[in-house]
């Protein structure tokens, strides 16, 4: 197992980073406990949750991932785990009825609440890796930081990260971290996909030049990849099925996912992967590690059967072959003929 350290932080985790989104609603305790115990069986030394977990989201479920996490991390040595979580912020009404607590502000007031609910489901003293799930657009990032750093220095958590981002988002914190003497954030947690290369056009570059770690979740595309959308089928209990119904922020997010463009896509990386003897999940995952400023890419699964195929992404090092057949899809996105 080859393991990457994240940042510039002492924490070095496996390439494969296990989510736990679905834990509690797609997944139940006994089988959220299956995948847990054999992605760590495999090596993989790197879990994420957030407060706000499971997905999709229920009022009276928030918390729930966090507590099957900690109910089995209880029965594992705690130093042999890196372990990631995340406390909400501005949503953008993302999560519908509103997080317990009424947390919709990354402030020193919820970010200590948020730090105290999540160590005590999660049953440790300390997270390695503590985030903001989403920016904010309205409590200065100053009073942020500070909130965080403050954790660090109370042996709470080890280093701090941020999720769905911007270039500019995350180099303005860490330069105001820099100039206040804060911990700056390590890794930034962003959607990216073959079916969603938007963190090429700035972040990547970011990243590169600070030394900050992606954690690219949902390099399936919400799915998509596998090719269970595909001919404008609707599987039960599917992500999108759900968000059919679900408000309109969900239902925008599954058009964006799912559409004839990315279906057509799907299809093309799916003969890719059969020429190359690998199923698509595999591709797409093995491509989200492939790069440079990758640290660790999040998969999830509702069944531990579902790991095979993004636990053997680790044994698979793409060639200049596949890497260009890959790009020629992703031109055709951006640039279609006709």
Known sequence: MEYRYIGRSGLRVSPICLGTMTFGTQADKKEAFAIMDKAYEAGINFFDTAEIYPVPPQAELVG?????????????????????????????GWFVPPVRHGLTAIDRHHIKRGIEGSLKRLKTDYIDLYQVHWPDTVVPIEESLE???????EGKVRYLGTSNDTAYGLTKANVTAKFSGFKRFESIQNNFSLLNQRFLDELA????????????????AG???????????????????????????????????????????????????????????????AWSMDHDFVASTIIGATKAAQLDDTLAALKVRLNDEIRSECRAVHRDILYPMG
């Open 147 to 153: 909130a965080l750093d403050a954790l660090v220095r």
């Open 205 to 220: 570059g970011v990243c590169r030049g600070e030394k900050v770690s992606l954690l690219p979740y949902s390099p399936l």
């Open 223 to 285: 799915g998509v990849l596998t090719g269970k959308y595909n001919g404008g089928f609707f599987p039960p209990n599917a992500r999108f099925t759900q968000y059919q119904s679900a408000g309109v922020r969900q239902q925008q997010m599954a058009s964006r996912f799912l559409n004839p463009g990315t279906l057509q896509s799907t299809e093309r990386y799916q003969a890719i992967a059969a020429k190359h003897g690998m199923s698509v999940t595999t591709l797409a995952t």
């Open 64 to 92: 729930l991932t966090e507590t099957i996490v900690g109910e089995w991390l209880a029965t594992k040595p705690r130093d042999s785990l890196i372990l990631a979580t995340k406390v909400a912020g501005a949503s953008s």
